[in-house]
């Protein structure tokens, strides 16, 4: 496999553009942990090898179990996340499919049972950010494999 490009050399204002939007999720209430459980669940529905590759090193880097991990496919049949944690990844799956349902009246309530509007919102921009990131990795064929974690590097 070879990637088609490097965007970031070929074009790196994309890659300022999206580093900007993506240092937005450090000015969020939400965990680390969280978010990466987030990042690898839309990557999985978006089928991105170099997003998955990247967000599960990350997630095991700041101690998320293996176990947790590999179920994150099958969260709903699986005991292993908290509500909260539940009700972001329904929303996770109801954005990242957007055009198939929206997002339900009912699965926004769910939402803010544990999380305010703000929360909510936060939550919505952080997985459009791994949708958008899945989209250019996916388009330019990069390729998965040499990623390495911050706090390993």
Not at 6 to 22: C, D, F, H, R, S
Not at 107 to 130: A, G, N, P, R
Not at 141 to 150: A, L, R, T
Request: aromatic letters at 10%; glycine letters at 4%.
């Amino acid at each position: 496999m070879e990637p088609r490009l490097n965007y970031a050399k070929t074009n790196p204002g994309i890659l300022k553009l999206m580093m900007q939007v993506e240092e937005y999720k450090t000015t969020t209430e939400f965990d680390q942990k969280l978010m990466e459980l987030i990042k690898i669940r839309a990557s999985q529905i978006n089928g991105c090898a170099f997003c998955l590759d990247m967000h599960t090193k990350e997630a095991r880097a700041i101690g998320e179990t293996e176990q947790r991990i590999y179920c994150l496919n099958a969260w709903r049949e699986s005991p292993f996340y908290s509500e909260p944690e539940r009700a972001a990844l329904a929303l996770t799956e109801a954005v990242t499919f957007i055009s198939e349902n929206g997002v339900p009246d009912d699965l926004y309530e769910q939402v803010l049972q544990h999380y305010s509007e703000t929360q909510y919102m936060d939550l919505v921009f952080l997985i459009i950010t791994i949708n958008s990131w899945n989209r250019l990795a996916i388009s330019t064929n990069s390729v998965p494999g040499d990623y390495q974690p911050q706090s390993s590097k």
